[in-house]
Nanobody, 125 residues
Framework: QVQLVESGGGSVQAGGSLRLSCAAS????????LSWFRQVPGKEREGIAS????????SYSDSVKGRFTISRDATQSTVYLQMNDLKPEDTAMYFC??????????????????WGQGTQVIVSS
């Protein structure tokens, strides 16, 4: 069973930065996609960034493009989300997610097979 463990959430003032990490284990497929979602109470989970293992192709939602960067380490077992110029509307629970056996972006919840437990990000004005 694939396991995803997030870390790095916290509280920050608007304009600040945070970096989230997601340690992925037991990913055995030769191709997979790792992504970040976020969710606020009462709203649907939003896929904000994804990266594919083989191609390295990144995909971003319009809400974070130019401010957030998804990356991975050399072993491809850890994925990061660098969040800059944070805004109060970025406040949410952030989830790491994985989709196996795909070369496509994975920012839609329907494409995801595995989820992390989430880490809270709070941005104050």
């Amino acid at each position: 069973q694939v396991q995803l463990v997030e870390s790095g959430g916290g509280s920050v003032q608007a304009g600040g930065s945070l970096r989230l990490s997601c340690a992925a284990s037991r990913l055995t497929a030769s191709s997979y996609c790792l992504s970040w979602f976020r969710q606020v109470p009462g709203k649907e989970r939003e896929g904000i960034a994804s990266i594919n293992s083989g191609t390295g192709i990144r995909s971003y939602s319009d809400s974070v493009k130019g401010r957030f960067t998804i990356s991975r380490d050399a072993t491809q077992s850890t994925v990061y989300l660098q969040m800059n110029d944070l805004k109060p509307e970025d406040t949410a629970m952030y989830f790491c997610a994985a989709a196996e056996r795909t070369y496509a972006p994975c920012r839609s919840p329907s494409t995801i097979q595995y989820w992390g437990q989430g880490t809270q990000v709070i941005v104050s004005s």
